[in-house]
Each structure stands twice: as structure tokens, then as C-alpha cells.
């Protein structure tokens, strides 16, 4: 529903839109709310209400700590955790059981972290997504520091883009959009595994290069078996899909279904098209997109 924010909508209007889909929803708390996490009266009372008259169930909110806001320097902890704690606080409020952070959490702040979504009663989770392995040090610290502590408001966020089988057509109809030549769309297509010699291939141009460095970083090419240890973690789950054709995932977001289920996973998978990214808004509606994607979900069960 992104283009809907840029056009000017309300939250209310876009949740009005979503219900139109299936109960469980998942927002950004800072795309969602200016000025959050810090919200006024006005607005947690439409949010509760609208959540309650729609009849929806709020899943997830997505947190975020800005690590380079100052030039040259990271965040200290204090400073990281210090944008942290008023989101945690925001997602209690708002009826949010999860929140949805990016890994890559010094052990330190994670810990620190993790103390403070249990004095929130917020499950504490981290995306895995993409080109991510199942080896990678981030995924490492958070199952450590579960072992560590047992902690039930520890684990993750698993985005079903960990297996995608071919490179979203959606980007090709994009990179001709914005001008580049068939054959070097065919040559970004063919370099999928080297984001280097892809970027070199749209060098020059910070809007191929956004979008070419965005959706390849976010296509993986793991399997759930290879995420066997960690999928005991997973609290939440995004099914990622970004083309028109529903039908293309339905293979992959199976598998991965399946996985989770057998691992005893209860949480909400939620649906999640990246097309606005690709596709002018007169090529699809979301919403009907998003239900065709839900009944593929559906089945695959």
C-alpha cells in the first residue's frame, strides 16, 4: 500500500484498504505515523478504533534505530537503545505482540534490547531475508543469546525472499522503464549471483542502481532445510512475492510453509508485495493482488 502513503492517505484509509484482505496486519511505525514513535491522543484513538471496527489483528510493527544519523560516527548503545525503548513502548500501546527489527545488533545492545521488550511484554524479532545465511554472525548472536537467556521475546522475523527461484520479471519491466537497454537487462538478470558486476551494469545511475541493488539483495537462494536450526526461532513470518503472477511463488512459499509448520511455528505470516517498487500503480491493485497471494497462501498449507 505504499503508493497510497505518497498520494496521501491516511492510515485509517490504507487499514480500510488492508481489511479488505485478511485479519492480521503488519505496519511501519515510522512510515505509518509522523513523528512516531512519539504519537498523539488523536491517533492511537483512530488506530484502536479502526483496528476494532474493521475487525483487524495487529501482528507486527516495524522498529527501526537509525545506526549513521551522525556523520561519521555509529550510535553508541545508549544512543541506539535510546531510539528503541519509545518504539517498544509505542508497539504495547498499539496492541502490537511483535516487533519487527533488522539484524545486525551489537551483543550488547541486544541484550539490552531483548530486557527491554520484556519489560514490554513485545516479542523481540529480527528479518531474515534475502541473499542472508543461515550461517551469518547476526543470525548467530540472536539464537546464542535465546540459549543464553530462554527467552520466549527473542527470535525472528523469516521472509520467504530466502528462496526465490528467478529475479522478479517485475525487474525487467522496471530497468526498460527507467531506460536501460534490453541487452544489459539481460546482462543484470544473468549476474544475479555477483551484485558487483550487476551494479556495474546500471553504474551512473542512482535510480537503476537503487533498484538493482535492492531487489537482488533481496532475493535468496536458500532452501528451508538449510534454515533447520533456526526455524524453531521464527515468531513471524513474511511471505514475500513481487510480481503479477501469484503463481510463481507458489512452489517456494509451500516449501517454506510446510517447514514452519513442522518446526511448531503459530505466529502470522503475513503477505508482502515489493511490486509497488516495479510496477506503475495503473499496472495492478494490491489489494486484489494481495488476495490472490493469500488464497495461493491458502491452499499451500
Known amino acids: 500500500m505504499t503508493p497510497l502513503w505518497r498520494f496521501g492517505a491516511t492510515p485509517v484509509e490504507v487499514l480500510e484498504r488492508v481489511a479488505q484482505c485478511g485479519p492480521a496486519i503488519e505496519v511501519i511505525g515510522h512510515q505509518t505515523w509522523r513523528g512516531f514513535p512519539h504519537l498523539d491522543a488523536a491517533d492511537e484513538r483512530d ?37 528503541l525503548l519509545p518504539q517498544f513502548e509505542a508497539a504495547a500501546r498499539l496492541g502490537f505482540p511483535v516487533v519487527r527489527a533488522t539484524l545486525g545488533m551489537t551483543p550488547g545492545l541486544l541484550r539490552r534490547a531483548l530486557t527491554a521488550a520484556e519489560h514490554h511484554g513485545v516479542v523481540l524479532t529480527f528479518e531474515i531475508q534475502g541473499t542472508t545465511t543461515p550461517d551469518a554472525p547476526a543470525i548467530l548472536d540472536v539464537l546464542a543469546l535465546r540459549q543464553a537467556t530462554g527467552s520466549l521475546y527473542l527470535g525472528f522475523t523469516l521472509d520467504f525472499s530466502l528462496t526465490t527461484p528467478d529475479l522478479p520479471a517485475g525487474l525487467r519491466t522496471a530497468l526498460l522503464r527507467l531506460g536501460l537497454a534490453p541487452e544489459k537487462v539481460d546482462a543484470v538478470h544473468r549476474a544475479r549471483g555477483d551484485m558487483g558486476a550487476a551494479l556495474d551494469i546500471v553504474a551512473g545511475d542512482p535510480m537503476r542502481t537503487m533498484l538493482v541493488a535492492g531487489v537482488l539483495g533481496r532475493c535468496g537462494n536458500t532452501h528451508p532445510d538449510d534454515w533447520a536450526h533456526v526455524l524453531p526461532a521464527v515468531r513471524h513470518a513474511h511471505a514475500k512475492f513481487w510480481d503479477l503472477d501469484v503463481e510463481t511463488v507458489r512452489e517456494p512459499h509451500s516449501a517454506w510453509l510446510k517447514a514452519l509448520a513442522a518446526a511448531g511455528f503459530d505466529g502470522a505470516v503475513v503477505s508482502e508485495w515489493g511490486g509497488h517498487e516495479l510496477y506503475d500503480r495503473a499496472d495492478a491493485d494490491p489489494v486484489a493482488l494481495t488476495r490472490a497471494h493469500l488464497d495461493v497462501l491458502e491452499a499451500a498449507r
Do not use: F, I, Q, S
Not at 534505530?65 to 545508549?78: K, M, S
Open 47 to 83: 488506530w484502536h478504533d479502526a483496528v476494532g471496527r474493521l475487525g483487524l489483528r495487529p501482528a507486527a510493527l516495524g522498529v527501526y534505530t537509525d545506526l549513521y544519523r551522525y556523520a561519521g560516527r555509529a550510535l553508541t548503545e545508549d544512543e541506539a537503545l535510546d531510539e
